[in-house]
């Protein structure tokens, strides 16, 4: 089935730093979301991005949709430590489904 | 508004036992799907409905049921369950027909087969 790759798959980061997550396909979205899990929880939405080229901004995060409309990023400025948790990318292929990438856990270093 | 719940949150069943597992929305929404979570997997889709009556296979749809008799309700059967079906299971909801629109996801359920 179609898949979407999520790089990397862990990271650990200092509090107060930045970092960016990563989500490719190899074919063209019709659209891209974006969820985040807490230990323990459960997938709660963070975005969706349609356009190519889109950039979206919420407080200390930026999410992009490339020009291709194969990729998509996060990035979070100044970390702090309720940023904790697996980030998913998902991707619609225009089939009524949605698939998740495996997720980026995020540990952060207080 | 409960948004979406889903009962039991913890179960263990023994291989060969059958279960189902619950979900139920009160937003009114269309479309509803359950996804199996597993470590280092991310969320694998089960079987999905795009509305009351109607319902279609996802990625992993071996060893599951799924019946749509009312908007609000999706329930998850398992057949004949079996270790490899432990996991945590998630049901989500969104108010599109289809999938281009926020998923809501109920708190989990997590199963064990012995």
């Known amino acids: 089935g179609q898949q979407v790759m999520q790089i990397p798959q862990y990271q650990h980061v200092q509090e107060g730093e930045d970092f960016t997550t990563y989500c490719n396909s190899s074919?063209?979205?019709?659209?891209i979301q974006w969820y985040k899990q807490r230990p323990g929880g459960h997938p709660v939405f963070l975005i969706q991005l349609v356009k190519s080229g889109e950039v979206k901004k919420q407080k200390r995060l930026t999410f992009q949709f490339g020009e291709a409309k194969k990729n998509s990023s996060l990035h979070i400025t100044a970390t702090q430590t309720t940023d904790v948790g697996t980030y998913f990318c998902?991707?619609?292929?225009?089939?009524?489904?949605?698939?998740f990438g495996k997720g980026n856990q995020v540990v952060v270093i207080p | 508004n409960a948004g979406v719940t889903q009962t039991p949150k913890f179960q263990v069943l023994k291989t060969g036992q059958s279960m189902t597992l619950q979900c139920a929305q009160d937003?009114?929404?269309?479309?509803m799907s359950w996804y199996r979570q597993d470590p280092g997997m991310g969320l694998r889709l089960i079987h999905y409905?795009?509305?009351?009556?109607?319902?279609d296979q996802g990625e992993v749809p071996n060893g599951y049921n799924v019946s749509r008799s009312t908007t609000e309700d999706f329930p998850l059967r398992l057949l004949s369950a079996a270790p490899s079906q432990t996991s945590v299971y998630f049901c989500?909801?969104?108010?599109?027909?289809?999938?281009?629109?926020?998923?809501?996801f109920g708190p989990g359920t997590r199963l064990t087969v012995l």
């Open positions: 074919t063209t979205l019709s659209n």
């Open positions: 998902a991707a619609s292929y225009g089939n009524n489904r949605l698939a």
């Open positions: 937003m009114n929404h269309e479309y």
């Open positions: 989500a909801s969104s108010s599109l027909g289809d999938i281009t629109d926020t998923q809501y």
């Open positions: 409905s795009v509305g009351a009556g109607i319902t």
